[in-house]
């Protein structure tokens, strides 16, 4: 999978799940202040990432994801190493 298609998977699942505006999904925006995330919605994201990317998120990666690039890059990255395995 590209990473054009992971960010367009991503941004389809936040749009559809969280209701928010594709307009303010942009990659240098906080994901966390964008999204209105709670510890709930958390659980909610990890659900949408692992059914829609097909790999499993583990808590403490979320730790240095910021902004939207880094949840696109963290994606990107989990997807390839899926790939190779």
Do not use: W
Request: net charge negative; proline share 2%; hydrophobic share 45%.
């Amino acid at each position: 999978m590209t990473k054009e298609k992971i960010i367009a998977t991503v941004n389809d699942f936040l749009v559809r799940e969280f209701e928010v505006d594709p307009a303010v999904i942009l990659p240098e925006a906080n994901l966390r202040e964008t999204l209105d995330l709670d510890s709930l919605d958390y659980v909610d994201l990890v659900v949408a990432i692992e059914s829609n990317l097909g790999f499993k998120v583990v808590g403490e990666d979320f730790i240095n994801i910021h902004t939207f690039q880094n949840f696109y890059d963290y994606c990107d990255t989990k997807v390839s190493q899926k790939a190779v395995v």
